[in-house]
């Protein structure tokens, strides 16, 4: 394999405020749910490189693909046992390289996931620690402590795991070499499989810093970094004390998330990817308590864009809405760095089921909801989202307008924290069942061979085949908005919006040339035409009113117009 560079011919190459990642639309692919090439029911790097005309079609940037590494799969290969291999059920190396080189080739970048706060269990260094006993130095590169109470039958502190239960487990020391005490034990935030690694360590740091070198050098245009906000943990590993606990998708400040140290390992990856020719870029998931604390990760000499957050949490509320897009854009501004807007991932319900419950319910809902209503709203929510300045990321699936699978059985799931007592995330396989490419067939083209998670009957009308062409299809309205972006480079640039007087519960806003409305309610508003029609939501009509053309807007659209 020999190294190859990056940047596709017509992207711009230099400058911080030029960058391609700024204004740009990233689609998530989630590897084992996205399209399976060798027919054994579980998506793989074969089946996303068939598939790359569709996203070019489709109109956007780039690919984030979420982890595709060596693992165990213990939480979906977010437990990496080798981070320089492929997990044999989604190819190798060679099928990376060809995947990567395949997208570049069509003028699509490529970012790939990077699980740096813990590895697998089976990962080698861990289970030599094992191997080694209570005093191993391979144990200084995780987090091993002996345990409290007499007999250290207690965890060395009471932080609990955001999958459910203790953030420690007892390891059987080899020949029982553990002595009197007993077992040591390990921090994991996540599942018992995900240990943490101890970022104190030097060997951690350099370690991290190959593996970026190795995917750089094999042509990945950048990151998304999983956990960002919790590689440092506070000196001490003091107690929380209270009965708030882990949350990883809310804002509580733990003495594991978010702590200072963590912009350091940043800056000195940075200053890895800015040897790099072609644009490479680091994108934080950080939960954060405030969006002033996500902009931190994002100063000039740290990543280039954190997800947003606070936006995904956002109802479909007018006054919520513009608070949020504010606050985010004020929040960005002093830092320089693009604002991002996700409403999907693979880790909450999806919006579509989201926005058809009532509001305030989280993002774990286990009930379908009003579904007309859920995609009505979800339709005009991503107008919105794709009118703002900035960076948008798709959730693969999202741009055929499916729900949440949220009747999965029990004995289907596999999702971890599921199997775990009072785990928050438990409900994460419904955003995760394969995608429906064609009407009929096995697994509605999704492979040959049946799909790891049951597909709803519903899922052939949704397929992309159902929807390719049909005017007014959720797809086709994706790839209408996407068009339009793109030959507006105006949409997404810059960093503020521009509010103009509108009903309650109707948000207008004006960028260059552009004016994006929507209507939060759920009855019709009349207002007077922006401007020239280019593309709406729901079936907007246009009328006679007292001073002029008047435009009636429908419950829960939105549209975009020319000015
Ligand atoms: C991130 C991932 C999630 C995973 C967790 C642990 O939040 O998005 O899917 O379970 O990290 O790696």
């Known amino acids: 394999m020999t190294q190859h560079l990056a940047a596709p011919a017509h992207h711009p190459t230099s400058g911080t405020h030029t960058g391609w990642w700024r204004d740009a639309v990233i689609y998530q692919v989630y590897p084992r749910s996205f399209a399976d090439g060798n027919g054994d029911g579980m998506g793989d790097l074969a089946g996303i490189r068939d ?5 070019k079609e489709l109109g956007i940037d780039a690919v984030w693909l979420s982890p595709f590494y060596a693992s165990p799969q213990a939480d979906a290969g977010y437990d990496v046992a080798d981070y320089r291999a492929i997990d044999p059920v989604f190819g190798n190396l060679h099928d990376a390289d060809a995947l990567i080189r395949a997208a570049h080739e069509l003028g699509l970048r490529v970012i790939v996931d990077l699980v740096p706060n813990h590895c697998s269990d089976q990962h080698d260094w861990f289970r030599q620690a094992l191997r080694e006993g209570p005093g191993s130095r391979l144990r200084e590169r995780f987090h091993f402590r002996p345990g409290k109470g007499v007999n250290g039958e207690l965890p060395p502190n009471d932080w609990e795991s955001i999958f459910g239960g203790p953030a420690w487990t007892r390891v059987e020391e080899p020949d029982g070499n553990g002595g009197e005490a007993g077992g040591e034990w390990y921090l994991h935030l996540f599942a018992p499989e995900q240990p943490d690694f101890n970022w104190e360590h030097p060997a951690v740091q350099d370690e991290f810093r190959s593996i970026l070198r190795f995917w750089l050098d094999l042509g990945a245009d950048g990151f998304r970094v999983d956990v960002a906000h919790g590689l440092v943990k506070a000196p001490g590993l003091p107690d929380i004390g209270g009965s708030e606990q882990l949350k990883l998708l809310g804002n509580d400040v ?6 200072d140290g963590v912009h350091e390992i940043y800056r000195s990856w940075r200053r890895i990817l800015d040897e790099y020719e072609g644009q490479r870029v680091l994108v934080a998931e950080a939960w954060t308590p405030t969006v002033e604390r996500t902009a931190l990760y994002v100063r000039p000499d740290e990543m280039h864009q954190a997800f947003n957050f606070q936006y995904l949490t956002t109802n479909w509320d007018a006054q919520e809405l513009r608070g949020v897009i504010d606050g985010s854009l004020a929040a960005m501004r002093p830092v320089g760095a693009p604002t991002t807007w996700v409403l999907s991932n693979h880790d909450v319900t999806r919006h579509a089921t989201r926005f058809a419950n009532p509001p305030g319910l989280g993002t774990q809902l286990r009930d379908q909801g009003d579904r007309e209503l859920g995609l009505r709203r979800a339709r005009a929510a991503t107008l919105l989202m ?3 300045p900035g960076s948008a990321y798709v959730y693969q699936g999202e741009e055929l307008g499916l729900p949440d699978v949220t009747d999965l059985p029990d004995e289907v799931r596999q999702d971890p924290s599921f199997f775990r007592a009072e785990g928050q995330d438990g409900f994460r396989d419904g955003c995760r069942v394969p995608i429906p490419w064609t009407r009929s067939g096995s697994s509605y083209g999704f492979g040959s061979g049946g799909s790891w998670l049951p597909q709803p009957d519903s899922w052939g009308e949704l397929s992309v085949e159902a929807q390719t062409g049909v005017p007014g299809s959720t797809l086709e309205l994706y790839r209408a908005a996407l068009a339009v ?3 507006h480079p105006g949409l997404g640039a810059g960093d503020a919006v521009t509010w103009l007087d509108a009903p309650e519960g109707v948000l207008a806003l004006a960028r260059d040339g552009f004016v994006c409305t929507t209507n939060t309610t759920g009855a019709d508003v009349e207002l007077p035409v922006p ?13 006679e009113g007292a001073g002029g053309g008047t435009v009636v807007l429908p419950a829960d659209s939105t549209a975009w117009w020319a000015v």
């Open 386 to 388: 794709l009118a703002l």
């Open 531 to 543: 401007g020239a029609l280019l593309l709406a939501s729901g079936p907007v009509a246009f009328g």
């Open 254 to 259: 733990m003495p594991f998330f978010d702590q």
């Open 485 to 487: 972006r793109r030959e």
């Open 51 to 55: 598939r790359l005309p569709y996203l």
